[in-house]
C-alpha cells in the first residue's frame, strides 16, 4: 500500500479524553442534526452562550437565503470571551505574544478585560464610535489588534481588519467601502529582526479619499519616524491610561453585524463579506472544542495572521470563547532559521499548533530534521487550512511535526463560512492524508452538479452546502444582491438555491471527501486568495497594454503562482515589463499579488463570441498538451504562438 493511501486512525489516548471518541458518536451527532435540525443547534445555543435576553426562535428561513440564527437574542460576544471566564481564570493567561525578536508577554483573562474596556471607552469617548459604526484597522500582530478587534465588539461597532500587506490603493477601497469613521494602525512592527512600518501606508491611503474617516489612532509598537497629522492621528498610549477599565458591553441582536471581511470573488472588486454575532461566536467556541479538542491547560497557536478569517476564528473569537491561551505570533516561522517555530512550541508547551500548506512545505524544505532538534511532546493536534495539502507534506507534519502521535486535521471551511465546515475529528475520525474527510456534526455538506443532482462517487463536482448554518455570511456589506448571486446563484436543489463555495470536491468510495480546489477564477497563493479579475483589472491600469489574463499555475511551495498573459499595444516594447507590471500590482493590491510569469503574447485565445478561453491558458502554463477542441476559436493558430511565446520566456527565465 502506498503511504498516502495508509489510513491513520485516531490516537487511542487520545481518543479516550476526546469530546467526540468514536465515529459512532460523529453519526450519532450527525443523525440527531438531520432528525432535528433546529434543535440541534437549539442545544448547543443554550449550553454554550451566555445570553443577556432569550431568542425567540432558532432559525428564521422566510427571507432565504438571508437566514436569520436566534431572533431577537441579546448578548454580547466579549462577556463570552472575556468577562465569563473571570471567575475561574481571571490569572489564566489569554494572549500569550511572542514578538519578532523573542520578546514576550502574557496578558491574562483579567487584564485582556481591562485592556478591552479601556479601549472600548477609548472608542466611544475620544472618537465617539457608536454601535453601528465601522472600523477599520490596519495593524501587525501585536495583542493591541486583538484588543482592537474586542473593544469595537464591546460596543457593537463593527470592525473591517485589513490585511496589513495590502497596498494604500487596496486599503483606502476598503474604507471606502466600508464607510469607516476610524482607522487603527500602528507605527511598524519587526519582520524578521527588521523594523518595518504601516502608518505611511494609511497616510497615502487617506491622502486619496477615504473621506469617511475622521481619525486614525496609532499603536506605537517599534516608535520608527512617521509623519504625524496634527488633530487627525493619536497615539494610543497617550490616550489609553486614563481611561475607565469599566465599560458596559453593548445589548446586540443575535442577528446585527459583528464584523466585515472583505476577500475576493472571482469577479470585480473584494466583498465585504458580513458576519452576525450569536451565529459565529457559537460555531467559533464549538469547533475549538471538536476539531481541537480544546481542555484545561491547553496552549493553542494558530500562526495565521488577523487580517483573515482564520485569525479572526481561530486567533482571536474561537480560542478566547472556548476560554484557551491563545499564542499570537509578530514573526515569521522560518526566521531566525527553520527551527523558530518548533522551539516556541518546546517553549510554551504548544498543544494545538494551527499553520497553512504553504508553511509547512517551507519548513519541511528548509529543516525536514529541525523539528528532532526540539522537545515538541506538548503536541497533541495539528492542523492545516487555507489550500490543499499534498500527501509529502501532510506525512511530514505527521511522522516529524506530530511524531506520528498527533492527528492532523485538514480543515476546509472559508471566510464566508465562519468556521470549519469539514474536517477530521481527531479522537474520532481515521484520516487519510490530504483529506478533509467528513462534514462537521450539523454541516449538510453535499458534492452535486448544477441542476442539484449529485456526482457519482470519485467524480469532481461542486462543493456546496445545503442547509444553512449559523456562523454562515450573511451579506456582502451594501450589496444584498452581489450576496445571492455570488452563493445562492449557481447550484438549485429541489427548486431552492443552495449555498456553493466556488470550490470542487470529490467524495471516495468510503464518503471520504477531497477538496480539489476552486472552480471559479480565484486563485490561491500561500493560502491568500486573490481574484483574476482584482489583478486584470490592476495591470490593466498600465495604458501600453491592450489586454490581459490572469491564470493560476500548481507551484511546488505557494501551492499556486500567478502567470499574467499580456497583450501590448501595437508597436509597443518594455524590456522591463515584468518589472513593471509587479511594481503595478504592488502599488494597487500589495505584494502578495506579484507575478511569478508575464509573458507577453500576440492575443488572448478568445471564442467567437469574445469570451477569452482560460482553460487553455491554464493548461499552456502549466505546460500541458492541449487537448480540448480548438477549432471553435476565433482565431485557432494563437494557441501555438502562445505556446512559443511562453516557451522562449521560460527558456530566458
Ligand atoms: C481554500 C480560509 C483545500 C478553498 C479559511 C476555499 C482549502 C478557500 C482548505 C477559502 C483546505 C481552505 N483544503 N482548500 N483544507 N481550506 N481552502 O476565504 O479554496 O481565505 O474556498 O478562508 O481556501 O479561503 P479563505
Redesign the pocket.
Known sequence: MHEHNKIYPPNPEFAAQARIKSMDEYHALMNEAKEDYEGFWKKYADEKIDWLAPYDKVLDESDAPFYKWFTNGKLNVTIQCIDRHLKEKADQTAILFEGDRGDIEKISYQELSVKVNKFANLLKEKFGVKKGDRVVLYMPMIPEAAYAMLACARIGAIHSVVFGGFSAEALRDRIDDAGAKLVITADGAYRKGKPYLLKPVVDKALESGAESVEAVLVVERNRELIDWVEGRDHKYYELIEVMSPVCEPEMMDSEDPLFLLY?SGSTGKPKGVQHAQAGYILWAQMTMEWVFDIKEGDVYWCTADIG???GHTYIVYGPLAAGTTTVMFEGVPTYPDAGRAWKMVEEHKISQFYTA?TAIRVLHTMGPDEPKKYDLSTLKVLG??????DPPAWIWYHDVVGGGRCAVV????????GGHM??PLPGATPIKPSC?TFPLPGIMAEILQRDGSPVETGETGLLCITKPWPSMIRTIWGDPERFKKSYFGDVVKDGKPVYF???GAMMDEDGYIT?T??VDD?I?VS???LGTAEIEAAVAEDEHIAEVAVVGKPHPIKGESIFIYVVPKEGHVNPDIKKHINTLIAQEIGNIAKADDIVEVPGLPKTRSGKIMRRILRAIAKGEEIKQDISTLEDPSIVGKIQEAVRQATQND
Do not use: F, K, L, Y
Not at 384 to 389: C, H, Q, R, Y
Not at 410 to 417: C, G, S, V
Open positions: 476577500t483573515w478569517i482564520t500548506p492545516t487550512v487555507g489550500e490543499p495539502i485538514d480543515t476546509w471551511w472559508q471566510t464566508e463560512t469539514i474536517s478533509a463555495s466556488g470550490d477538496i480546489g476552486r480565484v490561491n493560502g491568500h486568495r
